[in-house]
């Protein structure tokens, strides 16, 4: 068995595409079923989460360095896109999203954000798409506030004025 280099440092900060951002706090060793395997302890900001990830696993689990500025601008301008209305079944919509949140790639989260929001004067939405929306707007403004180094309530208002100014 080849060990796995050890891609990320202690205090560096990654995305988790199941949870979102997170801190590495430690690389710890740990035997288990007398296999020595070392982890990544990944602390999610958000959910009070600990988390521990093999290094062999960080590939599959898809854990990842936070985003290039120039990705976040890719973001920026997917958020002032015409958002696209497909009028499918909500429940064949919500899988499409929730993939799209889960894949832990920040230009498909902003498609969803886009998506999903509502302006005060368009028509209601359902709990399920507000659930949706809330989900990956957090997703969304936690990684933005950790490459803009901002906090996660300016990220949140600089989306949500994208989405209403256009």
């Not at 990705?71 to 958002?83: A, C, F, R």
Request: hydrophobic content about 35%; glycine content about 4%.
């Amino acid at each position: 068995m080849n060990p796995k280099k050890i891609e990320f440092k202690t205090g560096e900060t990654v995305v988790y595409p199941k949870h979102g951002v997170g801190e590495i706090v430690k690389i710890e060793s740990m035997e288990i079923a007398s296999i020595k395997t070392m982890f990544y302890v990944v602390k999610m900001e958000q959910s009070k989460l600990t988390i521990r990830v093999p290094l062999e696993k960080q590939e599959e689990v898809g854990l990842r360095k936070i985003s290039s500025k120039k990705v976040i601008d890719e973001v920026y301008q997917t958020l002032k896109l015409k958002p696209k209305i497909r009028r499918i079944m909500w429940s064949r919509r919500a899988q499409e999203y929730d993939t799209k949140i889960f894949s832990g790639d920040p230009i498909k989260i902003a498609e969803v954000v886009r998506d999903l929001f509502r302006k005060n004067t368009q028509s209601e939405q359902s709990y399920s798409e507000r659930q949706m929306f809330q989900i990956a707007i957090e997703r969304l403004a936690r990684e933005l506030a950790a490459v803009e180094k901002t906090d996660y309530f300016q990220s949140t208002e600089k989306i949500e004025s994208l989405l209403r100014n256009k």
